[in-house]
């Protein structure tokens, strides 16, 4: 029946065609929120609490819930919605509904590399998801004291998510502004301004060198 009514529809849209008519009925991918411009990432940065960095006792990647959860219950692990969501030209493997991704293309935001996927055992990791705001500097600026659902929403939110260049995301562990950006600086304003976007939607904390550099970025974008 829903067929039917599908066509109906299409038959009386033939003037404009039926593609949107088709995608209503596909699950769009996760998208983040939009980044803030320069200007009112730094209003943002300006209300945040700047406090200094608290012990990293008591932190572990468990904390934050399992990795990867689907949180947002379609069917797939919030690492491949970020690998489907940042790459083009990806296959999937069969039977899994579009979900496990086997190989794509990543225009890798943090060194401009150009990194071709596959995955297995010795090359997924070429291409890694990273936490613009790391588990364990959240955890050090406010994540200790939430409960572990807000922290499972925090380490599986797209906003907070960003497929990238392997090394480079190893490279940064769990470093904030103070103390890492990304090589390619026509990259930094976007990143700087998305950590603060994650920083006010979950009432994060920074420290006073994460803030003047955070501050040194934008005041060149």
């Known amino acids: 029946m829903r067929r039917a009514l599908g066509g109906l529809a ?15 009925d596909q699950k769009p991918r996760s998208k983040p929120d939009s980044t803030s ?8 940065l300006d209300k945040l609490p700047v406090k200094g960095r608290a012990p990293r006792t008591g932190f572990d990647r468990d904390e934050f819930g399992p990795a990867w959860a689907d949180v947002d219950r379609n069917g797939c692990d919030t690492r491949n919605d970020i690998l489907k969501r940042d790459m083009t030209d ?3 493997k069969e039977g899994t509904h579009d979900c496990i991704v086997l190989t794509g293309v990543l225009e890798d ?3 401009g590399k150009t990194i071709k ?26 994540a200790q004291q939430w409960p572990a659902t807000k922290r ?20 940064k562990s769990d470093g904030d502004a103070a103390t890492w950006l990304p090589p390619r600086r026509a990259y930094r304003c976007t990143y700087i301004a998305r950590q603060i976007d994650v920083k006010a939607k ?7 060198a ?12």
């Open 10 to 24: 299409c038959a009386a849209m033939l003037l404009s065609g039926c593609g949107a008519l088709e995608a209503a």
């Open 37 to 44: 411009k320069p200007g009112e990432a730094l209003k943002k």
């Open 90 to 92: 990806e296959t999937f």
């Open 109 to 111: 935001p943090y060194s």
């Open 117 to 142: 996927f596959r995955r297995g055992n010795e090359t997924s990791m070429a291409v890694q998801i990273d936490h613009l705001i790391p588990l364990s500097d959240a955890w050090q600026k406010g």
């Open 152 to 171: 499972k929403e925090f380490a599986n939110d797209p906003l907070n998510l960003l497929a990238v260049d392997g090394p480079l995301n190893n490279q």
């Open 202 to 208: 979950y009432d994060l904390w920074v420290t006073r």
């Open 210 to 221: 994460e803030k003047d550099a955070m501050e040194q970025i934008l005041s060149s974008c």
